[in-house]
């Protein structure tokens, strides 16, 4: 214990004149100057793209779209595959299921497609120039047309696949799809090309496939096209700026805690040693009684056993027993005294060391503690808003050299 005093007081003078969280925290802030400028440099053009934006095309609400950019068209895996397994025994010729599932993959991918990418095209109606408008309706009018074309091509050209003697044969291949082609015409007159079940189910069944496929390329981002890139790109910056903020906020924290937690353990340190010594100093009283009670009952069964051996020698002696037979050893004199006054003295310095602790440290460790917490609120509250704020100067300024024109928003 006496070590550990003598550290805390060794401590003590080194906590009370450390000044270093200013200093520690106002490097940490410049060492991310530079990546927190290049950041909210990003923040600033793409915010100004974005309003730009949606000002140029009347957006009010919050840009929509899938938080992961693969999720919409990783869709269409599973409906190319549906269709693909659905058409696989339609295509069915003498090459067995395998040329019919090659075939059918085929036209499930190009049918898929088609849709899906209209569909996508289908979000400029949304946009204000008539030019974008007229692009968005025109992808509808051409995905109606395009589905229903296709859908009857496939329909029309099964029935002419199934009945080919030699699929692998590209000429007889060329002229069943020829002659496909010109019955999918006729579906405009309202005249369907299937002649069996099977071509009416692929026809219907394409039909239904194309409509879902044309649904989710329409809700494959932001209804508004080039709407959603640039949020996402604005939020981007937004989050790496702020991750370099928190980054330097929790290295700051951590360091106001470390001190602050150096201070309360010294404080508490020196206002408990008094009452830690004062247990010792109990404990060794009563250690020294029950050793004085201890020795009471080793005299007591010394002094019986003694006297048994006496009498049994003098009552076998032929001469008189020594003159010390008389006498008893008594073992508890040695003992008699209090606990060793070396023990006690050090006990006593012990005492008289922690009120001198207590006096010299203990209010001025309390105030530090006070003044330390104080500091960091002051850090993490004003000096870093000042220094992001400066930062944010810096960034306009280096846009304002960069860039002397502001330049026309990208339309999508």
């Known amino acids: 214990m006496r070590n550990e005093l003598s550290a805390v007081s060794a401590n003590c003078g080194t906590l009370l004149d450390d000044e270093t969280l200013t200093e520690t925290a106002t490097s940490s802030l410049e060492q991310e100057r530079r990546a927190l400028i290049d950041w909210r440099v990003k923040v600033l053009r793409r915010e100004a793209d974005l309003n730009a934006y949606k000002k140029l095309n009347g957006i009010t609400e919050e840009a929509d779209y899938p938080a992961n950019k693969v999720a919409p068209f990783a869709w269409l895996v599973p409906m190319v595959a549906i ?9 069915e010729n003498a090459n067995g299921l395998l040329g019919g599932a090659v075939v059918a993959l085929g036209v499930s991918t190009l049918n ?13 109606k949304n946009l204000q120039r008539p030019a974008n408008k007229a692009i968005g309706y025109l992808s509808l009018v051409a995905a109606a047309l395009i589905a229903i074309y296709c859908n009857a091509l496939f329909a029309a050209f099964r029935s002419e696949y199934s009945l080919l003697e030699d699929p692998s044969d590209l000429k007889q291949g060329s002229e069943a799809f020829m002659t496909a082609s010109a019955a999918a015409a006729k579906v405009f007159f309202l005249e369907l090309p299937a002649t069996d079940l099977q071509s009416f189910v692929l026809f219907f069944v394409g039909l239904g496939l194309s409509i879902l496929a044309f649904w989710k390329g329409m809700h494959v981002d932001d209804k508004h096209p080039g709407y959603g ?36 353990h010294a404080k508490t340190y020196i206002e408990k040693a008094q009452a830690n010594l004062q247990q010792i100093k109990t404990a060794l009283d009563v250690e020294y009684r029950k050793m004085q009670s201890t020795l009471t009952q080793v005299q007591r069964d010394f002094a019986l056993v003694l006297n048994a051996y006496r009498q049994s020698n003098v009552s076998v002696r032929t001469v008189s027993p020594p003159v010390y037979f008389a006498e008893t ?75 002397h024109t502001v330049p026309k928003p990208s339309l999508a």
């Not at 898929?112 to 400029?124: E, S, V």
């Not at 006070?370 to 944010?392: P, Q």
């Open 83 to 91: 269709e693909t397994a659905l058409n696989t025994v339609f295509y």
């Open 112 to 124: 898929i497609g088609f849709a899906f990418l209209t569909g996508c095209l289908f979000r400029y």
């Open 229 to 264: 890139r640039k949020a996402r790109l604005l939020k981007e910056a937004h989050d790496a700026y702020d991750d370099i903020v928190e980054r330097v906020t929790a290295k700051v924290k951590g360091e106001l805690e470390q001190k602050r937690a150096g201070i309360a």
């Open 329 to 403: 050893p008594n073992l508890i004199e040695s003992y008699a005294a209090e606990p060793d006054n070396n023990l006690t003295s050090v006990i006593s310095d012990m005492e008289e060391e922690i009120s001198v602790l207590k006096d010299a440290y203990v209010v001025r460790l309390t105030e530090k503690l006070r003044d330390i917490t104080n500091e960091g609120r002051h850090i993490l509250g004003k000096t870093v808003t000042a220094f992001l704020d400066e930062v944010d100067v810096h960034a306009k300024r280096r846009i304002d050299e960069e860039t």
